[in-house]
Nanobody
Framework: VQLVESGGGSAQAGSSLRLSCVDS????????IGWFRQAPGMEREFVAT????????YYADSVKGRFTISRDNSKNTAFLQMNDLKPEDTGTYYC???????????????WGRGTQVTVSS
């Protein structure tokens, strides 16, 4: 499993970004995918997760209604559409794969290196 995130960058508050997470391995279709973020000096926190089929999706309260997680199993890719961005969304965003869609870091076995998102007011 090798996860590679992309799509990060600088954005103005209220704008949108779309993150992608590509899995070069063969287990993507059998794995739940989670998105997490980490701000400088802060612990890594849960953002969203999606089950292997896409039927189960969960969000952190802080992003509910603004972010949308999705996946395309035919392309081994997961997405995080981020709308109405806020300065507090700033951080490094990581995707991770695991057995079940969960909010805790411990449920994920593989992690990407992250992509930086910076939101200015």
């Amino acid at each position: 499993v090798q996860l590679v995130e992309s799509g990060g960058g600088s954005a103005q508050a209220g704008s949108s970004l779309r993150l992608s997470c590509v899995d070069s391995g063969r287990a993507f279709r059998t794995s739940a995918i989670g998105w997490f973020r980490q701000a400088p000096g802060m612990e890594r926190e849960f953002v969203a997760t999606i089950s292997r089929s896409g039927g189960d999706i969960y969000y952190a309260d802080s992003v509910k209604g603004r972010f949308t997680i999705s996946r395309d199993n035919s392309k081994n890719t997961a997405f995080l559409q981020m709308n109405d961005l806020k300065p507090e969304d700033t951080g490094t965003y990581y995707c991770a794969s695991g057995g079940v869609p969960a909010s805790s870091i411990q449920h994920y076995n593989y992690w990407g290196r992250g992509t930086q998102v910076t939101v200015s007011s």
